[in-house]
């Protein structure tokens, strides 16, 4: 990626709220769990609740959002959704310092979260494309890979150092007001966003709701990546609380130390961003696609093995280099591939599909994994995980489409009173 290519001012404000809201994200990063098992002492059961249910109900309450997003100016749905997410967390210190913070209330706010994240993300593959040339998307995503994997260095140390001296709660905050800068900064992005054809108070129709899903069903090329990635991040999640009770528990390492553990290897992930655009170029997107999304399921297995001291550090760490390496070229190659065959009436719906449906599937392999890690342990948990990640290559598509390929058998929506 050179660092001559210009992608304008706007994006250059888009691009800062992204990486201040991704800071904060990794400076809290485990914040939930750990206030979990070390403020209220939950179980791995309640850990795995912890992350199911908030995941599946905010899915379910995302589930509107997405058409409803796809009518409204995008940028002030951004800014909404980023004040919504500080609010929420803002929450959980208030009441941790009155004394009256509960598992409930921390079931709630990701619940809050979890919607917020899904509406954000809908709304924010639409005005990426506004904002920049369908020749520029990938060096756009790609900077935001590199930046997700430069906060991912810097914040879980940072963060592991603050939980040591102020306890988790203090992440939170952070995390808080990375959500006020990113509004404001997407705030700043200005410029004049086209009003979509369907007005903003039109009825949203129940078939609506189901839009997103069928553009992707049909569409060979978008069809295959949707499974694939709906089923690699659900199993990769759903391990990672059942991780992080093994070696904040038995195996007895430090918040520090599991911060560290996933800090030094988003190097790769860096690394990874970097070579994304050149690897596309010379290789072709779907060919990237295919062997770096085969070569990411090889890693998580190894997780299964680890064990305490220098010893088990080191192995996480490898271990996540090579997953983040991988996933680091992946992402914005992924995130681009699908932006491109998405027609421009449908991005907020399809992508908020794509995240309603990776987000439930997450929630329910989680509370699944949570269930097995109570009768197994979960380091049989974690490995069985690794196991079955091991067959999701299968999924990936086998064959490329054109870019803008829209899917023949989508009616376009019916005009407003129809």
């Not at 520090?256 to 030094?264: D, H």
């Not at 192995?315 to 699908?338: D, H, S």
Request: hydrophobic share 55%.
């Amino acid at each position: 990626m050179g660092n001559g290519h210009r992608l304008g001012r706007r994006f250059g404000w888009l691009w800062g709220a992204y990486g201040a809201s991704a800071l904060g994200t990794w400076l809290a990063f485990g914040a939930f769990p750990l206030i979990a098992i070390h403020v209220l002492h939950a179980g791995p059961a309640q850990v795995a609740a912890l992350s199911a249910v908030g995941a599946a109900v905010g899915a379910a309450v995302a589930v509107p959002l997405g058409p409803w997003v796809e009518f409204r100016r995008k940028r002030p749905v951004l800014i909404g959704t980023d004040l919504v997410r500080f609010a929420a967390l803002l929450t959980i210190p208030v009441a941790f310092a009155c004394g009256v913070l509960s598992f409930v209330q921390l079931l709630l706010v990701a619940v809050v979260v979890s919607a917020a994240d899904i509406t954000f993300r809908a709304a924010s593959g639409a005005y990426l494309k506004t904002l920049v040339p369908a020749e520029d998307l990938l060096v756009a995503n790609a900077r935001f890979e590199s930046t997700t994997w430069t906060t991912t260095v810097v914040g879980p140390p940072l963060g592991g150092a603050a939980i040591g001296l102020l306890g988790p709660v203090a992440t939170v905050v952070a995390d808080a007001v990375s959500y006020l800068l990113s509004a404001l900064g997407i705030r700043a992005t200005g410029g004049d966003e086209p009003r979509p054809e369907r007005r903003p108070d039109a009825r949203l129709r129940a078939g609506d709701l189901l839009d997103g899903w069928r553009y992707i069903l049909a569409d060979r090329t978008l069809r295959p990546l949707f499974f694939n990635t709906a089923l690699f991040n659900g199993l990769l999640m759903a391990a990672d609380p059942l991780l992080a009770v093994l070696m904040l528990g038995p195996l007895g390492f430090s918040p520090w130390q599991y911060g560290l553990a996933f800090a030094v290897p988003s190097l790769g992930g860096l690394l990874g961003s970097r070579l994304a655009r050149p690897l596309a170029a010379r290789f072709g997107q779907h060919q990237v696609l295919v062997a770096v999304g085969t070569l990411r399921a090889l890693w998580p297995v190894g997780l299964a093995f680890i064990g305490p001291g220098t010893g088990g550090l080191l192995l996480v760490m490898g271990v996540e280099l090579g997953l983040i390496f991988c996933c680091g070229v992946f992402g914005p190659v992924y995130a681009t591939y699908r932006l491109e065959r998405t027609a421009n009436d449908r991005i907020a719906r399809t992508l908020s599909a794509w995240s309603v449906t990776t987000k439930a599937v997450t929630a329910l392999l989680t509370a699944v994994w949570g269930a097995l890690a109570g009768l197994l342990g979960p380091r049989t948990a974690i490995g069985l995980a690794g196991v079955l990640l091991l067959a999701t290559p299968l999924l990936l598509p086998r064959r490329a489409a054109p870019p803008h390929a829209a899917p023949e058998s989508v009616p376009a929506p019916a005009p407003d009173g129809a």
